[in-house]
C-alpha cells in the first residue's frame, strides 16, 4: 500500500491543469513542487545514463567478436550522448552539471559479484542503484541489455508523453537507441541459450541480475511515482511498468527455456 500524501490546493489545481493538457516548455515559470519532481528525474536519468556508459566502457576491450566490440563502443557512444542531452536540460533549468560530473565517482563499481543491495544508496549521486553494481562478464553485458534496457526503454517511452516538452523532444532519439540495445539482449541471449554451457551459465547470472533489476521499479510502499503520474511527468507508475516488463520477459525465457526467479520485494535490502 502507498503511503498517502497530503496536497495543497494548488497543487490540486495543478494536478488538474495538467490532466487537461497543460505542458511546460524552457524558461516558464514552474511551481516548486513540479520544477523539484522533473529535477529528481532529469539528475536520475543523466546520473545513470552517464555511469552506464562507464560500466559498458570496458566491454568494447573484452567483447567477443571485433564486430561486438564496434557494436559496444557504439553503445557507449550512445549512453553517453544520452547522459549530455539529459544534463544539457538541466543546465537550461539553471543546474550546474560540468563540475559536479568532474567530482563525481559515477564510475564506482561494487567489487563484490554477488552482493545485493535492494534498494540502498552506495555514493552521493542520482544513478539508480543498478548501476552501482559490476558488469564482470559478458553474459552479464547481454542481460543489462536484456534486462535493464529493457526497463529504461519502457520507462523512456512513458517520457515520450511529458508535460515538459524539452524532455519530451530530447527523449525521442535516446527512445530509439534504447530499443537497439534492447535488441541486441535479445539476439545474445537466445544465442547463449542454444548452447546448455552457456545456457546454465547465463540461468546462473539471471538468477543474479533478477532482483537487481527488480528494485529498479522502486519500493511499492512509496507515492513518488503516483506524484509523477500526476504531474505529467510519467504516464504509468513504476508498477503498472513493471508488470509489462515482465510480461515480456516471461516470453522470451520461455523460448529460450530459462526460469525467470522469485522475486521478493520485503526481503530486498532498504535505504539507510
Sequence with gaps: MATERSYSQEDLQLFEDIKNGKTFDKGDEMPALYKKSLLNLLWMQGDSEYSGAMGYMPWIEKAPTLAEKVLVA???????????????????????????VSNSDLSYKLEEDEV??????????????????????WTDFILFNFLMDRAAGHQLEDTLKSSYLPWKKGIEGIYKE?????????????????????????????????????????????????????????????AVVRDVFVKEIEVICEQVGLTIPEYDESKQPIKQ
Design 74 to 100: 557504439q553503445i557507449v557512444k550512445d549512453e553517453m550522448r544520452h547522459a549530455s542531452v539529459i544534463y544539457k536540460l538541466l543546465r537550461d533549468m539553471g543546474e550546474e552539471t560540468e563540475n559536479y
Design 116 to 137: 545485493n543491495i535492494g534498494f540502498q544508496r552506495i555514493k552521493n549521486d542520482n544513478r539508480v542503484n543498478i548501476f552501482y553494481y559490476n558488469i564482470k562478464y
Design 178 to 238: 534504447e530499443v537497439m540495445h534492447l535488441a541486441h539482449g535479445d539476439k545474445w541471449v537466445k544465442i547463449l541459450g542454444k548452447d546448455p554451457e552457456t545456457k546454465a551459465f547465463l540461468q546462473e547470472r539471471l538468477n543474479l541480475w533478477w532482483p537487481r533489476v527488480m528494485n529498479v521499479f522502486g519500493n511499492s510502499k512509496g507515492s513518488t511515482n503516483e506524484l509523477y503520474v500526476k504531474l505529467g511527468l510519467k504516464a504509468r507508475t513504476n
